[in-house]
């Protein structure tokens, strides 16, 4: 179910109407109502799956509460050896059920996600074809709506459970309730049980300024996805998949520099509409980007892209790794043969880095299989733990120089040189064959001419001969691009927008809902009549 078509207007109404006339004690079920119908739409066989993953989790973490207060129990009435031994015991069961969980969670998501890939893989190595091995989906679905997200979901509530962070939850509906929250399933973000799933359960009362805070996410939301993202697609496909392998590389980096514009208005764009729906029901989540393109390195970069997804890496995936007793050994080696100083540093920076490395490259695996995702999230692994590593270097000639590191003039080239780094690695994301893709980042800086495409009158026809009224899609997108840019500027200064914009005059109020309203109205007439969003598709 699209959010740009009228019967998710409609179902969205529904939905709202009943859960603030239905007694507060069930708004909770007509989430949950709401959610199922809202999926089923998808292909109602994907039910299967989310309901799967649902059971997995909450009975393992079930499972593991029950573990924890039979110890609980069973302390106060052994010896304190015959306790130890217990524990042990308990302890390896309970790592037993974790495995157990997180290899069937993960293995169905890899298994849907990575199979057919994997049985090309052995079929190119032997030279054999094993297609019949292949899995043909259900119904002619191969992925499931959102299975990545809700999988990552309740990973995190089992883990969280495992590593006793909170109690688990009783009700398995409520639970349900909270994996299958319909808002969430198509792009995330990854919520976590503790911030969100407490929220579904408590009663909400109806709030107009929620409804009016909701609304004007939305529209902002949208003008980015259909008055920019989706505007720049077809001109970023007809540069950057173009058989013309003599392309200077000034119209690449356009055209990389689009995708950047692209992805970052589809994604964010689609996250705003989600924050907005949810808030319509009186429940926040956790903002998922925070100005990524006012970053000033790439560590920080990906601190403000994506946020859930970092933070569930980070919590998941590097923590426990940089604290395995591999990781601990490196560490202790460096600072014992390091020397003093550079040894405490070495100590930190090593294992950090390789956790990195290994995180940035799972994150290019989860984006897909291919080589040019892997290549991906290593690059930005190893530019991130680079820079970390050679910090000490950089600080000290900065030092030389005499550059002061807190002017305005050197956070604007820390600025611009992360939105370059970041643009480099984009390369990567975006064009799909290696070989090309090196092909393209030669060009980009070894030949930066732009005379020669000029004089190809055939190219400058096949790349914008097909659209309509180029110039009135131009204004659209600059229009908007130039809004999004203003906004994320006060945003980054710390201006709460809402806030600032309730406390103007009616007209600049009205202004604020009308102006996105009336560009993602114009934009219709020139974006796709069924857009999806970049992100569905993982």
């Given at each position: ?86 524990r042990e015991n308990i302890k390896h069961i309970k790592r037993i059920v974790l495995l157990i969980v997180l290899i069937l969670n993960i293995g169905l998501l890899a298994y849907l996600k990575y199979w057919n890939a994997f049985v ?330 732009t005379l020669e495409i000029y004089k190809s009158q055939a190219y400058l026809k096949s790349v914008f001969g097909s659209f309509r009224y180029v110039e009135s899609e131009l204004v659209l997108i600059i229009s908007a691009s130039i ?56």
């Amino acid at each position: 179910m699209n959010f740009r078509t009228w019967s998710f207007c409609f179902f969205l109404v529904i939905s709202l109407f009943c859960y603030y006339k239905l007694p507060k004690k069930f708004q909770w079920i007509c989430i949950l109502i709401s959610s199922v119908v809202f999926y089923a739409f998808s292909g109602a066989v994907n039910l299967i799956f989310i309901l799967f993953s649902s059971f997995l989790t909450f009975y393992g973490a079930k499972k593991i509460t029950s573990y924890n207060l039979l110890l609980r129990e069973k302390k106060s009435v052994l010896t304190k050896e015959d306790f130890k031994v217990e524990r042990e015991n308990i302890k390896h069961i309970k790592r037993i059920v974790l495995l157990i969980v997180l290899i069937l969670n993960i293995g169905l998501l890899a298994y849907l996600k990575y199979w057919n890939a994997f049985v090309s893989f052995l079929g190119n190595c032997f030279l054999l074809n094993f297609d019949f091995l292949k899995f043909s989906g259900f119904r002619g679905i191969l992925l499931p709506l959102g299975i990545s997200f809700y999988t990552f979901q309740t990973t995190a509530y089992f883990m969280d459970i495992y590593n006793g962070k909170y109690e688990n939850e009783k009700n398995f509906l409520k639970y349900f309730t909270f994996v299958s929250f319909f808002p969430q399933l198509i792009m995330g973000p990854i919520n976590r049980f503790d911030k969100l799933g407490i929220q579904l359960k408590e009663e909400h009362e109806f709030d107009f300024e929620n409804i009016k805070h909701g609304v004007l996410l939305i529209l902002f939301g949208a003008m980015k996805k259909y008055c920019i993202a989706d505007l720049l697609y077809t001109r970023i496909s007809s540069v950057l998949d173009h058989p013309y392998d003599n392309l200077p590389g000034s119209l690449i980096a356009f055209g990389i520099l689009a995708f950047s514009i692209y992805q970052y208005a589809d994604f964010s764009g689609g996250i705003d509409m989600v924050l907005g729906i949810s808030k319509l029901f009186g429940l926040e989540m956790q903002p998922n980007f925070k100005q990524p393109y006012f970053a000033r390195n790439l560590a920080d970069f990906w601190r403000r892209w994506h946020i859930s997804l970092g933070l569930w890496m980070k919590d998941y995936v590097f923590y426990p790794l940089a604290l395995t007793h591999f990781m601990q050994n490196i560490g202790k080696f460096f600072s014992a043969h390091g020397g003093k100083k550079i040894g405490k540093h070495l100590a930190r920076t090593v294992p950090a880095g390789i956790a990195n490395i290994v995180v940035f490259l799972l994150v290019g695996i989860w984006h897909g299989p291919e080589l040019h995702f892997v290549l991906w999230g290593l690059y930005n692994g190893l530019v991130i733990a680079f820079s970390d590593l050679f910090k000490p270097a950089f600080e000290k000639l900065s030092s030389i120089l005499h550059i002061n590191v807190k002017s305005k003039s050197f956070v604007v080239f820390q600025i611009v040189r992360t939105f370059i780094v970041v643009n480099i690695g984009a390369y990567f994301d975006r064009i799909t064959d290696v070989k090309k893709c090196f092909l393209y980042l030669k060009r980009t800086f070894f030949n930066f001419g732009t005379l020669e495409i000029y004089k190809s009158q055939a190219y400058l026809k096949s790349v914008f001969g097909s659209f309509r009224y180029v110039e009135s899609e131009l204004v659209l997108i600059i229009s908007a691009s130039i809004i999004v840019f203003i906004t994320s500027f006060l945003k980054e200064n710390k201006v709460d927008l809402y806030t600032a914009i309730q406390k103007k005059n009616i007209a600049f109020r009205w202004s604020a809902y009308y102006v996105p309203l009336i560009l993602v109205i114009l934009s219709m007439s020139f974006s796709p009549s069924n857009p999806v969003f970049m992100y569905a598709q993982y």
